[in-house]
């Protein structure tokens, strides 16, 4: 069974950098099938797709915030990263991993896919 | 693409059908698009990907239908369980983008 959980601090302070991993466990992180997502929901909110990472690096980000993140990945602890630099309060909200699949078309490239399953998700509060 | 979810809400009953509604402002290519279903304090989790394929254990009562920029979720008949928020997400076109949700209130 597939399971990812992400880490890191709850509460960050304005123009400060946020950072968070996904452990990975029951599938490896450099599975050629997978991409590996961030998805952030603010309290109340809907859902807005951040980033996706391949095992080799390869990254796709959503250009609202690409200026601002950066996805990382480590295979030897089966484990990605996500950091977003310069946060406001806008920022705050719950931050989930997933697994993602992928498809490759003459056409089109790389078509990063749905996304499942997803980490339980960690709150992430900007604030002084 | 920005994706228009309706009603926002409504209130309905166990054992009623009911049909969630997602529009796309541009037409989704080779139909790529998703639902999912999120339970209060939960993680969302899929239900539908490629417009009408049910993921793993999703049970038959869930049906997606649709095509170019109109897109639909069915459920048959509800059980207490469904009563949740449910997204579409788009992912035929980069950034991958998401509705604002239903909520289904028994």
């Known amino acids: 069974q597939v399971q990812l959980q992400e880490s890191g601090p709850g509460l960050v302070k304005p123009s400060e950098t946020l950072s968070l991993t996904c452990t990975v466990s029951?599938?490896?992180?450099?599975?050629?099938?997978?991409?590996w997502g961030w998805i952030r929901q603010p309290p109340g909110k809907g859902l807005e797709w951040i980033a996706s990472i391949y095992h080799s690096g390869t990254t796709y980000y959503n250009p609202s915030l690409a200026d601002r993140v950066t996805l990382s990945v480590d295979p030897s602890e089966n484990q990605f990263s996500l950091t977003l630099d310069s946060v406001t309060a806008t920022d705050t909200a719950v931050y989930y991993c997933?697994?993602?699949?992928?498809?490759?078309?003459?056409?089109?490239?790389?078509?990063?896919?749905?996304?499942?399953?997803w980490g339980h998700g960690t709150l992430v509060t900007v604030s002084s | 693409i920005v994706l228009t979810q309706s009603p926002g809400a409504l209130s309905l009953s166990p054992g009623e059908r009911v049909t969630l509604s997602c529009r796309a402002s541009?037409?989704?290519?080779?139909?790529?698009l998703a639902w999912y279903q999120q339970k209060r304090g939960q993680a969302p989790r899929l239900l539908i990907y490629g417009v009408s394929t049910r993921a793993t254990g999703v049970p038959d009562r869930f049906s997606g239908s649709g095509s170019g920029t109109d897109f639909s979720l069915t459920i048959s008949r509800l059980e207490p369980e469904d009563f949740a928020v449910y997204f579409c997400q788009n992912y035929g076109s980069s950034p991958i983008t998401f509705g604002q949700g239903t909520q289904l209130e028994i």
């Open positions: 541009q037409t989704i290519s080779s139909n790529y």
């Open positions: 997933a697994r993602q699949t992928w498809t490759f078309s003459n056409i089109f490239g790389v078509t990063v896919e749905w996304f499942d399953p």
């Open positions: 029951g599938d490896s992180i450099r599975s050629t099938s997978h991409y």
